[in-house]
């Protein structure tokens, strides 16, 4: 056996050992990378052990792409609590407790975020201003406090203290026990020890995506008047199941409860597209309820957002954490309702009534109910509970130390035990979950045990029910097609002046059901019928280009190709139950040759096809969006006006045809070509793009107006994306010269004081780089670096200034940004102190060049966009 393991786990998941240097490292975390390890068997219980002892990692490797595939790569706080707890690394007197603490590996970003993820994910809100920020009162925020403390063995522990992190610095670095690791290309890393190497690549290849530890099969669901389809049972260690959550089915529209890891999947297997969610309630943010929650940005439409603000609170605060985002981002994504606990709440019909459960972060049971017959229907979800004895023990009646009141802790076990005509519930037992024997006398009519990754006992069984994935509980029979409203509405966007009667001819055609992986239309075939997609999602396979797309309801198959007369060029294949209403193609023709429709339907076909290839419109975009994105886009070849920033502001560009060239002074910084976008920068900060765009001759630009993009979560998302890579790109850049570092239009950022520093903060870096490479007397380097870091200090005072006059959202960890940077730059001035090889010069003209534009072109782009907007300054 050599000296290093490797093993490939999953699609973008490596365990790499080094048995002789006791280094087990856990390379690229997407979501359910625990499972992966467990299933692979690197994680196993230790039997001969006197206590509850797993093996595994003990240092995890951060991918340096925080996506990929749309998909999110750093996911790290179930392996770090399997580090903790189940390894036992944090136990008091544990075997695994060898004062070693969970290592996190990768660049400056990535480890940032997934620090304050963890943080987050452990906690939630962490003081009594930051409760009563989110609505508490001062008092319910001082008992919260109390409960929280009381979970956490009296302290709110700073991330430092559970966790170690390493900065893969450019060259070399040694990780612990003589092994290193090199960065070689992004996401590419090389590992040595002794004379071994290994390289592990994290990046997806072009027909990869990150797979589920399981397969759930396919599954054809109801959706009647009110149902609860069962689709997730398990929990964050089950490697067989979804962790536990529902769907509730109410009148035709489809929300989630929690979305935990690989959503998606469990979505399809279900015959469910994103597209299709109308909403989520959450109870809480841990992974395994949470996990999926980046995964319903990639929505075409802003799905809905139910919880209670001390939820809602502590979910933003994790996810802008996990994304590096800023927290009033979080609008931009989700439509928020604020539920009132402890009241119903009536949301379209559907009443709900959240309350607060005691956890170790905010937490709410929900009961939902709708009226029927001579009362209501009701269901009950309570996850993440806590047992009847673990809330005898937390009792405590003095008000200074942590604990809750004899009073609320029988008031809980009331609100657990309140009749149902469904209800599930947690019963994972330990510190933290719940147990069955608690409701032997539950009154309920039907008991569904979950968030366990075992089978239930003979007790469990005599008190509660199982419900395996995809099984459904209907609650009230529908006597209505919710469907047909469906359809109708996705077809006024195709047709949005057609009379009514014609909208019944269309409605009154048969509708269909594909299989799972049933070739719908196959390329090269002729088109005698097409089909609406209803419900579920298809796949578009081009075999010229090679090239796989995804469409969802509200879409047509084939339909142009028959109006043209010609035979399929692409092949449509369901990717689950697909329900589709089937037409004719003779009847079709002439249904749109007597409403003369052609030739706007052609345009509109050719527009949306135009949106299908750009990297931002393309994938699970639904053709009703982008119809209406298509009715607004304006294309023109006349590009004389768009140097002028007042004439594009409005809206961002996508190349029609012929290609840009983005141009930053004399230097080429980007080629683009079709498909490609422009004036990002307007879209995401409200500002001028600090590249100067040159066209080529055979140029057009699709113009579409930034208000119809604005409620698109994907779009919002990719380009936000978009900028950030971009702006890292050029300061992590190699081929520029210090020209960069001259000031430019470009740089403002619109808030006049700050442009004027950041003036004197590019001059003062540039001086220091030219002293430090003509070899100035040290004393002078010296005072010049020291003049950057006395400057640079004076500046973080002002924004920070600006941060608490303005209530800026992202102030905490902006200022941690500036404490940090402040820290490097004393350490860069004892460097100075000494003079340099080439090597050292190299790392500090990057380090210099790199943060000032970082903070110049991204973080305080942020905050001034912020400012800005509120119009406060």
């Not at 994504?333 to 459960?357: A, C, H, Q, R, T």
């Not at 047709?495 to 009514?500: G, S, T, Y």
């Amino acid at each position: 056996m050599g000296k290093i393991i490797k093993t490939k786990l999953a699609n973008g998941v490596y365990w790499l050992d080094f048995p002789d240097a006791d280094l087990r490292i856990l390379c690229g975390c997407p979501a359910d990378a625990v499972k992966h390890m467990m299933k692979r068997g690197v994680i196993f219980t230790n039997e001969a052990s006197p206590v509850f002892h797993e093996t595994g990692p003990n240092a995890i490797l951060l991918s340096d792409l925080s996506v990929q595939k749309s998909n999110f790569s750093n996911l790290s706080e179930f392996p770090v609590l399997q580090m903790l707890y189940r390894q036992g690394m944090i136990l008091p007197n544990h075997p695994g407790n060898t004062g070693v603490k969970p290592l996190l590996i990768g660049n400056p970003d990535q480890l940032t975020a997934q620090i304050h993820y963890i943080h987050r994910g452990n906690y939630g809100l962490t003081s009594e201003d930051e409760l009563m920020q989110a609505g508490a009162t001062a008092a319910d925020a001082k008992q919260l406090m109390r409960l929280k403390l009381k979970f956490a063995f009296g302290k709110i522990a700073d991330p430092s203290e559970l966790l170690d992190s390493l900065v893969i610095e450019p060259e070399a670095t040694p990780i612990r026990n003589g092994v290193t690791i090199e960065r070689t290309a992004v996401n590419i890393f090389t590992f040595c020890y002794q004379d071994e190497t290994i390289t592990v690549d994290l990046n997806l290849d072009e027909d990869e995506q990150y797979l589920p530890p399981y397969k759930l099969g396919q599954y054809q669901v109801e959706r009647p008047y009110f149902s609860i389809i069962h689709s997730g049972e398990g929990d964050g260690w089950d490697i067989e199941r979804p962790s536990m959550a529902s769907i509730l089915v109410f009148q035709g529209k489809t929300y989630l409860i929690d979305a935990g890891p690989n959503i998606e999947t469990t979505l399809q297997s279900l015959g469910i597209d994103i597209s299709e969610i109308e909403g989520i309630f959450l109870t809480h943010c841990h992974d395994d309820h949470f996990a999926g929650l980046p995964t319903l940005i990639r929505s075409d439409h802003r799905i809905k957002f139910f919880s209670t603000r001390l939820v809602r609170h502590a979910t933003i605060k994790k996810l802008s954490a996990l994304l590096a985002m800023e927290e009033s981002r979080f609008t931009q994504f989700f439509d928020v309702f604020d539920l009132k606990e402890n009241d119903w709440n009536n949301v379209e019909g559907l009443e709900v009534k959240p309350i607060n459960s005691p956890h170790p972060m905010e937490t709410t049971i929900m009961y939902f109910r709708t009226q029927w017959g001579d009362g209501y229907k009701t269901y009950g979800h309570l996850a993440d509970i806590a047992s009847f004895q673990v809330l005898d023990g937390m009792v405590c009646e003095d008000e200074g130390q942590p604990g809750i009141s004899q009073a609320y802790c029988e008031q809980v076990k009331q609100q657990y035990l309140e009749p149902c005509d469904l209800k599930k519930l947690d019963n994972g037992g330990g510190l933290i979950h719940g147990v069955a024997s608690d409701f032997t006398e539950d009154r309920s009519e039907k008991i569904i045990f979950a968030h366990t990754a075992r089978s239930l006992n003979e007790k469990e069984r005599q008190i509660g029910s199982g419900a395996p994935f995809g099984t459904e509980d209907i609650l009230i029979p529908g006597s209505n097609d919710f469907l047909f409203s469906k359809a109708h509405g996705y077809l006024r966007s195709f047709f949005p002046d057609l009379p009514r009667d014609q909208f019944k001819l269309l409605l009154n055609h048969e509708i269909i059901d594909f299989n799972p992986e049933e070739i719908i239309v196959k390329a090269g075939d002729d088109i005698h019928n097409i089909y609406f997609v209803l419900s579920g999602a298809v796949e578009i396979l081009n075999p010229q280009a090679h090239k796989i797309h995804r469409m969802s309801a509200g879409s047509f198959i084939a339909d142009m190709h028959g109006l043209c007369g010609e035979k399929a060029s692409e092949t449509y294949r369901a990717l689950s139950f697909v329900k589709a209403l089937k037409f004719p193609m003779n009847m079709y023709m002439e249904f749109v040759k007597r409403n003369n429709m052609f030739s706007a339907l052609s345009m509109l076909a050719e527009k949306r096809e135009l949106l299908q290839k750009s990297w931002l419109f393309g994938g699970s975009i639904s053709d009703g969006i982008k119809n209406a994105i298509s009715a607004s886009m304006h294309i023109t070849d006349d590009l004389k006006a768009f140097q002028d920033f007042g004439s594009t502001h409005d809206y961002i560009g996508l190349i029609k045809e012929g290609s840009v060239t983005l141009m930053l002074g004399d230097h080429v910084f980007q080629e683009l070509c079709v498909g490609d976008t422009l004036f990002e920068d307007h879209a995401v900060y409200g500002m001028e793009s600090i590249f100067k765009l040159k066209f080529s001759q055979d140029c057009a630009i699709a113009l579409i107006p930034l208000a119809v993009i604005k409620e698109i979560p994907i779009v919002q998302w990719k380009l936000l994306e978009k900028v950030s890579k971009q702006m890292r790109a050029l300061a992590n850049s190699h081929i520029w010269d210090d020209s960069l570092l001259g000031w430019r239009t470009e740089y403002n950022v619109g808030l006049d004081i700050i442009d004027e520093h950041h003036k004197q903060l590019l001059s003062l870096t540039k001086d220091l780089i030219s002293a430090i490479k003509q070899q100035t007397a040290l004393p002078k380097i010296q005072k010049i670096a020291q003049e950057l870091a006395d400057y640079t200090r004076f500046h973080f005072e002002k924004e920070e200034e600006i941060f608490n006059e303005a209530g800026y959202s992202e102030a905490t960890s902006h200022i941690e940004k500036h404490r940090k940077l402040a820290t490097q730059l004393d350490a860069l001035t004892e460097r100075c102190a000494k003079r340099l090889n080439k090597k050292e010069a190299e790392q500090i003209y990057n380090f210099l060049k790199r943060w000032v534009l970082l903070h110049i072109l991204l973080e305080d782009r942020k905050y001034a966009s912020y400012i800005l907007s509120s119009e406060i300054f």
